[in-house]
């Protein structure tokens, strides 16, 4: 998955998935939320 495509489900900028990734910022509770649905994933497995 892109993370245009990622940034699509979640309904942010592409911009913002990348400064996730680069680790600039943090996605919030909500996004945090979507994203532990979007890859079957716990919150602690997200996080580490």
């Given at each position: 998955m892109?993370?245009?495509q990622l940034a699509n489900?979640?309904?942010v900028d592409q911009r913002?998935?990348?400064a996730w990734e680069?680790?600039?910022c943090e996605p919030s509770f909500?996004?945090?939320a979507k994203?532990?649905?979007i890859f079957d994933e716990t919150?602690?497995?997200i996080l580490s």
């Open positions: 892109t993370q245009k489900m979640l309904e913002t998935v990348s680069k680790q600039v909500e996004l945090l994203l532990c649905d919150f602690d497995g």
